[in-house]
């Protein structure tokens, strides 16, 4: 056993076309150098998604390795000098399940001094206590591994990645933007058709038609205002409004009358809106109930998803008293949960992050700002045998992305809050009293 693990998971490295260009490879394998050129006894834990072996869809099975091998000489070179130095652990997540499911990744792993352990879980010890380690995706139910180890167990989001996200990796290039590649960045899922609808919107659509249409949209609101106006006058509630609009508009002459019309038919639009809004509303609620039945939609009464995982460490805290950390990824939102003295930890995406803001007027697409948030955490064991928890981010600027558009109609996002440098968990026997829940997240 190490004095000191490191821990990284969703690198989702590799794919069909554009889901090849991996934007952190510089920082990755500058890590992977200072870990080699460390004098500490420290083993390196990816815990799982290290690689998108469902996004690849040309070639089968260990031939994907083969693949991989072509396409990032450089980063299996650095894994081998680094994992001369440092044991490097690897266990498969969602998206490389495959290599659970075949024993020669075991041995072309180790040809690179990368150890892969064909397990849901492993557990280390770290000072008095144990950390266990997973990947998560057996708390999603899209991604659950019916039969861990069979190579044709694949959970519905195989087939759901390779239809779409290597498809997308496939077209990418083809776009006026090089976007449909950031697909895996997007979470949850049920975001993606907002967020291919903003992407066509602010990237794609041709820009006199988009230039037409966000005076068309800003005046929209601005006609949902007359037509409440318009409707406090027709019951003869307060009539003031309307003759002020009124007034105000005839003092501009022809482009005030312009103005008028436009409202006009707004208001046309809105009530043909108000008299299909009921029948379309039978038929949004039978669609939803549809897709919550597959599981696609969030029903209104679930759980937060940080829950599920919140409850599988509560579960593992119960029959392994002396796990301490509960180690898990899978949703590249990192966090550090204190759940009854003990600490739950996520270890985040090496992945854009793409953060979505709602335009401050109109009825405008949102907008996904992108940023980077290269995380590690660190795990050694304090002097008293309590475990000490250090979470790092390694600089990167972010993309920029965001046209000059995109910034005119939205805020910048809020910065996100910061995780805590350092966390100590208590060794077993000074727990003691169970402790109030307080979560640390992003």
Known sequence: MADVYYFISDLHIGGDEQLQQVDFLD?????????????????????????GLWEFTEVEGPAKFDALLDHYPELFDQLEVTGREVPITLIPGN????LAAYPEYVERLAEYNVTLEQEVSIERTVGDSVVHVEHGMQEDPNNRIPDFGNPYANPPGYFVNRQITSRAGQLSERGKYNWLKDIQAVTPMTEIPDWLI??????????????????FLFLFNIGVLYVAIFA???????SFPLTLVEEALGFFGPAGRLVELVLAGNLVIIVLILAISIPLAVFVWDARKTLRRFGLVRSP???EPVEKYLDRARDVFASEPRVAVYVYGHTHRPSATEVNGRLVINTGTWLKRLQRVDPLLGVLPPVYYASYQLNYFRLSAADDGDVLVEYDV???PNPDDETWLQRLLTRSPRRQRELPDKTVVNRPRERGLQLDESEVTE
């Not at 500058?30 to 420290?42: A, G, N, V």
């Not at 998206?95 to 495959?98: F, G, P, Q, V, W």
């Open 27 to 51: 920082e990755l394998l500058e890590f992977l150098t200072e870990l080699e050129e460390s004098d500490e006894d420290t083993e390196l834990i990816i815990n799982g998604d290290a690689f």
């Open 95 to 98: 998206h490389d399940y495959e």
């Open 198 to 215: 903003s992407n066509y919107f602010y990237r794609e659509m041709s820009a006199w038609l988009r230039f037409s249409v966000v005076p």
């Open 232 to 238: 406090l006058a027709w019951f003869e509630v307060w």
């Open 301 to 303: 009464t679930d759980r």
């Open 394 to 396: 390694i600089e990167k």
